[in-house]
């Protein structure tokens, strides 16, 4: 999904690029409505992909939300099971990571602002970028549940016991 975020960057820097000159040159407000017209319509695919990228990730983290939380569980009552567990620890950590990385760059977002508020702040404009606000919102929607489910299978593993854990249970 760190892509579409790469995607859109680059449309706007395109857009601002063009834009800038437009302004400088003093064009007409029709030549500068249409400019914004043309972004909305070439940016419009790219938030489509990334909603439906984002329905992907949602439905398969539910999808694999009772085949990671089932095992888990049993590690809790068992924690000697712990080392048939960790390909699953490691794979949840690189997605922990990755939800890391694109909080980040999304703080780190396209001039100073996120893309929402780009969207957003051309919404009057025309009815494309109020459904390219719809179609984000939904997608952050969309997201957000599908990291938060990420992020309980991480606090469920963190309560586990990990290798120094494990010797110590051991012992007891």
Same mark, same amino acid.
């Given at each position: 999904?760190?892509?579409?975020?790469?995607?859109?960057?680059?449309?706007?820097?395109?857009?601002?690029?063009?834009?800038?000159? =437009? !302004?400088?040159?003093?064009?007409?407000?029709?030549?500068?409505?249409?400019?914004? !017209?043309?972004?909305?319509?070439?940016?419009?695919? @790219?938030?489509?992909?990334?909603?439906?990228?984002? $329905?992907?990730?949602?439905?398969?983290?539910?999808?694999?939300?009772?085949?990671?939380?089932?095992?888990?569980? !049993?590690? /809790?009552?068992?924690?000697?099971?712990?080392?048939?567990?960790?390909?699953? $620890?490691?794979?949840?950590?690189?997605?922990?990571?990755?939800? =890391?990385?694109?909080?980040?760059? @999304?703080?780190?977002?396209?001039?100073?602002?996120?893309?929402?508020?780009?969207?957003?702040?051309? $919404?009057?404009?025309?009815?494309?970028?109020?459904?390219?606000?719809?179609?984000?919102?939904?997608?952050?929607?969309?997201?957000?549940?599908?990291? /938060?489910?990420?992020?309980?299978?991480?606090?469920?593993?963190?309560?586990?016991?990990?290798?120094?854990?494990?010797?110590?249970?051991?012992?007891?």
């Amino acid at each position: 999904m760190l892509s579409r975020l790469g995607q859109f960057k680059a449309e706007f820097s395109e857009y601002s690029d063009r834009m800038r000159k =437009l !302004l400088k040159a003093n064009f007409p407000a029709s030549a500068i409505f249409a400019t914004q !017209l043309r972004y909305g319509r070439e940016v419009l695919p @790219i938030l489509e992909r990334y909603q439906r990228d984002s $329905r992907v990730y949602v439905t398969h983290s539910i999808e694999l939300d009772p085949q990671i939380s089932a095992p888990v569980r !049993l590690v /809790s009552d068992h924690p000697e099971s712990w080392p048939l567990i960790a390909p699953v $620890r490691d794979a949840i950590d690189e997605a922990v990571a990755s939800i =890391l990385e694109q909080e980040e760059e @999304i703080k780190a977002s396209v001039d100073k602002r996120t893309i929402r508020e780009i969207i957003d702040e051309m $919404r009057h404009l025309e009815r494309v970028f109020q459904k390219c606000s719809a179609i984000l919102a939904d997608s952050e929607r969309l997201v957000c549940e599908g990291n /938060s489910i990420v992020q309980r299978w991480d606090s469920e593993l963190r309560k586990r016991p990990t290798g120094d854990d494990e010797v110590q249970f051991n012992n007891d």
